[in-house]
């Protein structure tokens, strides 16, 4: 088994600052993609930033220039530094992981539980 928890979530005001975390745990042979993924009220799930095994980044153009995602691989773990929020980045934050539990197994993806992320104006 797998789990993904995340941690940091919270009320903060506009233009402050969030650190969230996802550690991964479990029957873990290799971690390829990690990622943070974010659902509003009444909308999709979008993709916020994601992060190869190799360190390369991708992030949604809302959120250039103000998050920035990182991992240890050491310890399984993806952050999400998110500077000068706003109000429209209230939602729930959902960590991913693509991940393989075996040498022989084909990687799965897996989800964490989410974390609500508040921005007052």
Request: charge should be positive; glycine fraction near 10%; aromatic fraction near 10%.
């Amino acid at each position: 088994q797998v789990q993904l928890v995340e941690s940091g979530g919270g009320l903060v005001q506009a233009e402050k600052s969030l650190r969230l975390s996802c550690a991964a745990s479990g029957s873990i042979f290799s971690i390829n993609a990690m990622g943070w993924y974010r659902q509003a009220p009444g909308k999709q799930r979008e993709l916020v930033a994601a992060i190869t095994s190799g360190g390369n980044t991708n992030y949604a153009d809302s959120v250039k220039g103000r998050f920035t995602i990182s991992r240890d691989n050491a310890k399984n773990t993806v952050y999400l530094q998110m500077n000068s929020l706003k109000p429209e980045d209230t939602a729930v934050y959902y960590c991913c992981a693509h991940i393989r539990t075996g040498w022989a197994e084909y990687p799965q993806y897996y989800w964490g539980q989410g974390t609500q992320v508040t921005v007052s104006s």
